[in-house]
Structure formats: C-alpha cells, structure tokens
C-alpha cells in the first residue's frame, strides 16, 4: 500500500477528492490522506489556504511536506485549474507558443510544475480548464438541483455537444464551464463547493473518465502508485 496527499485548489475539489477519489483509490490500495487546501500566502509564520493561486506559496507549501514525508511509498499530487492560472506559473509564457491546443499546454505545464518540484514521488495534475468541466459530461446531473429546468438542462447539454471533450470546454472570462453552469443555474453560484462535488458523484467517476481524458489519464496514474511505492 501506498499513501497520497492531494493539495487541491478550493473547497470543490477538496470535496470531491474526499467523497469520490479517496474511496476509489483505496480499492488500489492508495490510501489519501484527507485533502489539504493548497496554501495561497504565508504572512506572520502562518500559512493561508484556499482560493490563491500564487505559485511560490503552492511551491513552498508542497515542498515543506516533501521534507516532512521521505518514505519511498509517499506520493504527493495537485488539483488545480488552468483557468486564470498566476502569471508566475514555472513555463507560462513559454506555453503561449504551443497554440491553440488545451491538452498539449496543460500537460507542458504540469511537466515544468513537476521539474521545479524535482521529486519524482510528486505527481502534478492541472484540470483543463477548470473544476466545472466534468459537470458537462452528463448534464443531466442537474436535476439534482432542479428536475423541472428541462430547458436549462438541455442548453448545458447542447454546449457539451459541440466540444469533442468536456475539458475543452472554456472561451473565456464569461463563458468557462461555471460561468455557463450559472447562466442557466443561479443558484450553483452561491454554493458552488457544496453542489459541485455531489454533481459529479452523481455523474460517477466512470462516466467522467470516459468523456474527460486528461482526467482519466490522472486517475490511472494515481492507481497505478501501488506498484511504484515499492522502491
């Protein structure tokens, strides 16, 4: 068995990491610790969590628990957005050249996130684009808030059926994935870390993988870990 602490972006991914990932990957015998809110600042020797996303304190926070943890079967991981990512992100401005393609940047990205860690237990994952993406792979999901917004539900369906994934599935400042989800779902707006988990659990880890594969690509890696801890 192996062990594994994910450092997530906000409340949302805390909770899903915590409700859906850690029972999965227990059944692999990858045993997370309770998800930690990655840190945003570090002011008075007190560390600050959640919502930032300035990387030196991410940094700083990752690399104190490094230390704190030597065992070959510690693995560490990240879940955090690309979407408005901070500018002092390690190989930012040198994605900008890679183009139009989503998938070849985040994974430039998490491959320069993984380099300046410089630990090979350290496992980055950055969601394409942000956390609400997955919610597009079964809009249906939105019953669970309202079964009677037939309509609204079907205009989130129409947006997932013009994207070949639902991680591509961002425009810009007001069309990412949560910022259409409200436009039709105010009330996901004002609590977004409550409904948001218990969305994708009723959409099912299998449904996402199958539709999201960057998302997938992730998880099988953290399954895999098992294997690799034995060192």
């Known amino acids: 068995?192996?062990?594994?602490?994910?450092?997530?972006?906000?409340?949302?991914?805390?909770?899903?990491?915590?409700?859906?990932?850690?029972?999965?990957?227990?059944?692999?015998?990858?045993?997370?610790?309770?998800?930690?809110?990655?840190?945003?600042?570090?002011?008075?020797?007190?560390?600050?969590?959640?919502?930032?996303?300035?990387?030196?304190?991410?940094?700083?926070?990752?690399?104190?628990?490094?230390?704190?943890e030597k065992a070959p079967d510690v693995f560490f991981t990240t879940m955090i957005d690309l979407y408005a990512i901070h500018p002092d992100f390690p190989g930012l401005a040198e994605s900008e050249s890679i183009g139009q393609?989503?998938?070849?940047?985040?994974?430039?990205?998490?491959?320069?996130?993984?380099?300046?860690?410089?630990?090979?237990r350290f496992i980055p994952y950055i969601q394409l684009h942000e956390y609400e993406a997955y919610l597009f792979s079964d809009p249906t999901c939105f019953e669970y808030l309202d079964a009677g917004r037939t309509k609204e539900i079907e205009a989130l369906q129409d947006i997932a059926s013009q994207y070949p994934t639902p991680e591509?599935?961002?425009?810009?400042?007001?069309?990412?994935?949560?910022?259409?989800?409200?436009?039709?779902?105010?009330?996901?707006?004002?609590?977004?870390?409550?409904f948001g988990p218990h969305l994708a659990e009723q959409i099912g880890l299998q449904v996402i993988r199958s539709k999201c594969s960057h998302f997938d690509k992730w998880l099988s890696r953290l399954e895999s870990l098992n294997g690799e801890g034995i060192i």
């Open 1 to 68: 068995m192996v062990r594994l602490y994910l450092f997530a972006e906000g409340q949302t991914e805390q909770t899903l990491a915590d409700i859906s990932i850690k029972p999965h990957l227990a059944q692999y015998e990858v045993f997370m610790h309770n998800p930690i809110l990655i840190a945003h600042a570090r002011k008075k020797g007190k560390v600050h969590r959640g919502g930032g996303r300035k990387y030196v304190p991410m940094k700083e926070d990752i690399m104190r628990f490094l230390k704190q």
């Open 101 to 120: 393609d989503p998938l070849q940047r985040v994974e430039f990205l998490e491959q320069r996130f993984a380099e300046d860690i410089g630990d090979h």
């Open 168 to 194: 591509l599935i961002n425009d810009g400042q007001q069309t990412a994935p949560s910022k259409r989800i409200i436009a039709q779902f105010p009330d996901y707006g004002k609590a977004k870390s409550v």
